[in-house]
């Protein structure tokens, strides 16, 4: 069972900068895709982006391309999302998840993840 915990929302201004951490526990060396997805208030969730655990490949959202940077620490199992930029359209609960390898890349939709971390808000004020 993995167990997926978010941290380091917060709250900026435009222009602004944060770094979300997903911290990783009940896995040992199994390969997963790990990914950031997002939810604002009456919006369906969408995915920001994503990291193959074993050789890094990434995938991102065109909404945040270059201006997100998704990256991962496995010695400590955990994941980082660097968020520079910021706008208010990036204002939204953010959420950790694991998805099993294979089939399609990239994998996009919550549907492709098997677990997920509690969230974190990030607010982004103009």
């Known amino acids: 069972q993995v167990q997926l915990v978010d941290s380091g929302g917060g709250s900026v201004q435009t222009g602004g900068s944060l770094r979300l951490s997903c911290a990783a526990s009940?896995?040992?060396?199994?390969?997963?895709?790990m990914g950031w997805f997002r939810q604002a208030p009456g919006k369906e969730r969408e995915v920001v982006a994503t990291?193959?655990?074993?050789?890094?490949?990434?995938y991102y959202a065109d909404s945040v391309k270059g201006r997100f940077t998704i990256s991962q620490d496995n010695a400590k199992n955990t994941r980082y999302l660097q968020m520079a930029n910021l706008i208010p359209e990036d204002t939204a609960m953010y959420y950790c998840?694991?998805?099993?390898?294979?089939?399609?890349?990239?994998?996009?939709?919550?549907?492709?993840?098997?677990?997920w971390g509690q969230g974190a808000q990030v607010t982004v004020s103009s």
């Open positions: 009940g896995y040992t060396g199994r390969r997963y895709v």
């Open positions: 998840a694991a998805a099993y390898p294979g089939g399609r890349w990239p994998k996009t939709t919550s549907d492709d993840f098997a677990y």
């Open positions: 990291i193959d655990t074993v050789d890094g490949t990434t």
